[in-house]
């Protein structure tokens, strides 16, 4: 394996657990997406991703259930959103992306270890 990381560097990438609370639809993505909120709990709060995962998830497949998010990346532009978290997957035969999702409920903003 290549590119090994240090224990200090898998530190440095904060990994969360939120609770996904609404979902837009994104008409000016390049691509099929959603707007997720995440609700990460009471210290980080509820926050906004764009998620190109229409392939695999419908709206009401989404509203409430958990997922992993990176909270640490600075703010990144989207058309005409501001995505503020990195909600993770992993992608599909054919590259669409399935989420990464705890297979029992946690706290929201409980961090991965």
Partial sequence: ???LISW?????VDIRIGTIVRVEDFERA???A??????LGAEIGVKKSS?????H?????LLNTQVMCVVNFPPKQIANIKSEILVTGFPDKDGNIILARPDKAV?????LF
């Fill in 1 to 3: 394996m290549n590119n």
């Fill in 8 to 12: 200090s560097d898998f530190e440095k």
């Fill in 30 to 32: 390049k691509k099929p």
């Fill in 34 to 39: 959603w707007i997720l909120h995440v609700d």
């Fill in 51 to 55: 998620a190109q995962i229409k392939h």
């Fill in 57 to 61: 998830y419908k709206k009401e497949d």
């Fill in 107 to 111: 706290p929201n903003g409980a961090k």
